[in-house]
């Protein structure tokens, strides 16, 4: 045990004897005081979590963050378009997803369940620009399967 434990000790003894020395009655005064103040800084809706409406189904806000932090953007291919006949759609993701978190985002953003996910790990390019060489990112592609009865519109401005 050191010299400043031996004080620290002592210093915590004090500090819980004036503890004990406060009326109760000035403890919940101070308490309502408080609470008074912060009621006006509550929402008006308490305990209810925000939503957005995805085509007739509820969402959570904080599941809508996350898929975007998931989900970086649809590819829009010609071998991705083709995969839509078959219900795959196609989706540059996070590299550190996994096909669990795949299955959340799309159930978050668009209100599928995901029938599979398939990922794939695509290597960054070599390039070169004059005597300057460097390398793209290495990125990664998920490919959902969804229900036959289930559809993602993608590609409407395309």
Do not use: C
């Amino acid at each position: 045990m050191g010299i400043f434990d031996r004080f620290n000790k002592k210093a915590g003894a004090k500090a819980k004897e004036a503890k004990k020395e406060k009326p109760a009655a000035a403890k919940k005064a101070l308490v309502k005081k408080t609470d008074a103040n912060l009621t006006s800084l509550k929402p008006k809706t308490e305990g209810a979590a925000e939503t957005k409406e995805i085509k007739g189904k509820k969402a959570k806000k904080e599941e809508t963050k996350e898929a975007y932090r998931i989900l970086i953007k649809p590819l829009v291919t010609e071998k991705a378009t083709n995969l839509v006949a078959k219900n795959q759609y196609t989706f540059m993701v996070a590299n550190g997803a996994n096909k669990i978190e795949v299955k959340k985002a799309i159930k978050g953003l668009y209100g599928f369940e995901a029938k599979s996910v398939n990922i794939i790990k695509a290597r960054g390019k070599d390039v070169r620009s004059g005597k300057v060489t460097g390398k793209k990112k290495n990125w990664r592609k998920a490919i959902v399967t969804l229900k036959p009865s289930d559809k993602i519109e993608i590609y409407e401005g395309v």
